[in-house]
């Protein structure tokens, strides 16, 4: 099946620092979605970008699907950004509807 | 609201005993999705289904049995056959049958096996 590789596994970062996160992916994918996962459990939805660039407020993301990665930007970094950041990747064929997720970046921001 | 809504939050069950874990979504989502969380890891996939009384194993489905008798409810079962339940897992939606949507969760329920 498709593998999907996170980097960095921790990040650590003062309050208004930038970062970013990159997914890369094995295959050829059809879905990719980036995730936040609060202290709580829940799953938060970022981006859904299986190709492409897109824009949310101070999170951007670009996935560059012909070269099989996909980069997270945190821009001005706030303590309630801190959790962890999944990646899941979705391939076509017999596997429509299932995501494979990374191993997630745990971002620590301090004030 | 719409959402996706998964109970208990938190179960505790004996060894040997099977647990149902409850997922009902009322955003007209055709497929639903079962994951599993070990601390530390990612998400696993136990079940999918993309239409009603349908429904494929995932990458960990042994141990684990669902139904799919309704658009909205996608049950999960734990069995005794499943060698390590302790876990956090999360029931999914997604619009399509077809992959190529967004994916929301619901906010997880805690299985503890003791």
């Known amino acids: 099946g498709i593998q999907v590789e996170q980097s960095p596994p921790d990040l650590i970062l003062q309050e208004g620092a930038n970062s970013t996160l990159r997914c890369n992916f094995s295959d050829s994918v059809n879905n990719l979605q980036w995730f936040h996962q609060n202290p709580w459990g829940q799953l938060i939805n970022l981006f859904y970008?299986?190709?492409g660039t897109k824009q949310n407020g101070r999170l951007s993301a670009t996935t560059v699907a012909t070269e099989r990665y996909s980069l997270l930007y945190i821009s001005s970094s706030q303590t309630t950004d801190s959790g962890v950041y999944f990646c899941a990747v979705g391939a076509g064929g017999t596997s429509y509807g299932k995501l494979t997720f990374g191993q997630g970046t745990i971002l620590t921001v301090h004030p | 609201d719409g959402g996706i809504t998964q109970s208990p939050k938190y179960l505790f069950r004996k060894e040997g005993q099977n647990v149902t874990l409850s997922c009902e979504q009322n955003l007209n989502h055709d497929a639903m999705y079962w994951y599993r969380q070990d601390p530390g890891q990612g998400l696993r996939l136990i079940y999918y289904s993309q239409i009603v009384n349908d429904f494929q194993k995932g990458d960990i489905a042994e141990g684990y049995s669902v139904s799919r008798e309704k658009k909205e409810s996608f049950p999960l079962t734990v069995t005794s056959a499943q060698k390590n339940p302790t876990a956090f897992y999360l029931c999914a939606s997604s619009k399509d049958r077809v992959g190529k949507n967004t994916i929301y969760f619901g906010e997880g329920s805690w299985l503890t096996v003791v």
């Open positions: 970008i299986p190709s």
